[in-house]
């Protein structure tokens, strides 16, 4: 293996909390707050919080230490994306940084149509606080209810030209953020929006459990109902394990990313338990506090597997509202929600697009501005699909937001712990830390986390792919083409940068000579 130590100072964290809520604000997303009450209310409450949580020990939290273990390592040979970190794995052969180049593109591509939700959020919190949402029907019919808002989010979405400003504060916002770098931008953010985001968490708790004399209790007391009738159906494990995969944001790099600026005597597996507590405190206890029970006090309980399956989209932008604005001063709890989601979409944001900034400053040697520049550029270019074009925000979910993210996480397990080695990736596991975890965690990695992975590959994707890849309406086709054009594009940069690194290498050797 050829390690090269970067000549150029990569930047650090400025302190362990700042780490962790970054690394968490990675992780806490609108999956936490809006996709995991839906998931456990239609799947039976206790019969998927069962294989939630065995599937968060046997693969969401190997899978996160995989990440951080491997983000340090490769952060001590001026590594972070996953084109270097692959190329450090195989002597910085070609065919390992195009490979790689897939752990680049995977969120890149899902903050395309990401950041455009994310300026939904935005939009609709300035809608709620200057009072432009719709006036709510007072009705028990859930449906009657959510009629103003479903035309009001169609509309707003259609797109509309508001909407469109929106995206272009968004992107600004985010820009301007990574613009000042890992400490001074997204460190600074996450200590100020995790902190908003558990507080505001907990008011928007509060508000819906107390709703109609504390009816929303009831709604809790649905999701966490000890109801096992269905833990023998195969369909559950797969939700709740697909649940665990997604709301963790395994597989994408981005926390290799984000570890790979740690100091090189960081306690990773402390950081890694952290980081996963919080995000599981945001979507355990804050996210399966706020809608089902708001919509519970609000509807009763006749209608709430219906509601469960309407999907994220229409339970945070049309149902919620149509709930929230319905309770006194409902304009401002409906603000509170929406910023509430801008700032967990916020912080998810940042963390998917410094990938290919450090692809960029790390292999392509260039300086910060040009990075984030020609970074930005690009997730404009898609999010302006995503915009403009139907059907081409669930055509990147389902392969850049599904298929390339499962099998990359594969991909991940195979390299970092077969290739690398069990006793290799042990002795990194338990550098410098204060928690030493035996070694059969490693063989849990190892051959257990596959075999989830394996099964929600299977039924998400395998099953149906001949269904899936024979739809050829015209705008799929054009995602499809897209995507394969940023693959080339980035699989162009592997080969490029390559060059750059090993004129590096032998420069260190005549230095040494």
Known sequence: MIIINNMAKREKWQSRIGLILATAGNAVGLGNILRFPSKAALYGGGAFMLPYFIAFLLMGLPLMIIEWVIGRYAGKHGHGSMTGILGLFFNHSSWARILGSIGVAIPVLICMYYIYIESWTLGFAFMSLFKQMPVPIKTANPQEAVKPYVEFFRTYTNPSMIAYIFLLITIAINWFILQKGVAKGIEITAKIGMPAIIIFGILLGIISLSARDWAGLEGLKFIYNLNFSGIKDPTVWIEASGQIFFTLSL???????????????????????????????????????????????????????????????????????????????GWIASFIWFLLLFLAALTSSL???????????????????????????????????????????????????????????????????????????????????????????????????????????YFWVIKDFGNLITAGESTKIIARLFILAFLAFLSFIAVKSRKIILRDLRYTKIIKQ
């Not at 509601?307 to 989209?313: D, I, M, N, P, Q």
């Open 351 to 457: 963390a998917l697009i410094q990938p290919i900034i450090a692809l960029f400053e790390d292999e392509m040697k260039w300086e910060h501005t040009k990075a984030v520049s020609v970074s930005m550029i690009l997730v404009i270019t898609g999010a302006h699909f995503s915009a403009f074009m139907p059907n081409f925000i669930d055509e990147l979910d389902f392969w850049a937001g599904c298929v390339m993210l499962l099998i990359f996480g594969l991909i991940e397990i195979i390299v970092f712990i077969w290739i690398f080695g069990i006793n290799n990736f042990y002795n990194e596991l338990i550098q410098n830390t204060s928690i030493k975890l035996p070694r059969a965690f490693v063989y849990v990695i190892a051959f257990i986390s596959p075999v989830f992975l394996s099964f929600i590959l």
């Open 251 to 329: 597989g994408m790099g981005a926390i290799a990313v984000y570890a790979s600026y740690v100091k090189p005597k960081e306690d990773v597996v402390k950081a890694g338990f952290w980081t996963a507590g919080i995000n599981e405190f945001v979507e355990v206890i804050i996210g399966a506090s706020i809608a089902i029970p708001a919509a519970f006090a609000m509807f009763s309980a006749v209608a709430i597997p219906e509601l469960a399956k309407e999907g994220t989209f229409r339970l945070g932008f049309m149902t919620m509202p149509a709930v929230l604005m319905n309770l006194p001063l």
